[in-house]
């Protein structure tokens, strides 16, 4: 079992900047690669970054690329997410999640393993 923790969300106003961090624990859990995902009110959780164990591999969607960066300092260490320039359509519950074995080519929630319980990022216009 793993567990995750997702803190750091928050009120922001357009343009402005979060850092979320995911603290993670458990059976193996340094082997795991980290995603993170969203959810906005009535629709589907959404890809948004990962990254390998080690912290060499990072994959993000395009919705956030240029402005999301991910990034761990080794297996064993928290994974962050810096959001910058924030626009209202990042609102969202955000997850952080677990995948063992993951190949960077299936960034579906199906992929993932473990789940934390979110941290909601608001950003008001």
């Known amino acids: 079992q793993v567990q995750l923790v997702e803190s750091g969300g928050g009120l922001v106003q357009v343009g402005e900047s979060l850092t979320l961090s995911c603290a993670f624990s458990?059976?193996?859990?340094?082997?795991?690669?980290i995603d993170w995902f969203r959810q906005a009110p009535g629709k589907e959780r959404e890809f948004v970054a990962a990254?390998?164990?080690?912290?060499?591999?990072?994959h993000y969607a395009d919705s956030v690329k240029g402005r999301f960066t991910i990034s761990r300092t080794n297996a064993k260490s928290p994974v962050y997410l810096q959001l910058n320039s924030l626009e209202p359509e990042d609102t969202a519950v955000y997850y952080c999640?677990?995948?063992?074995?993951?190949?960077?080519?299936?960034?579906?929630?199906?992929?993932?393993?473990?789940w934390g319980k979110g941290t909601l990022v608001t950003v008001s216009s």
């Open positions: 999640a677990a995948a063992r074995g993951f190949d960077f080519r299936d960034f579906s929630p199906a992929a993932m393993d473990y």
């Open positions: 990254i390998s164990r080690s912290g060499g591999g990072k």
């Open positions: 458990g059976s193996a859990s340094s082997t795991y690669a």
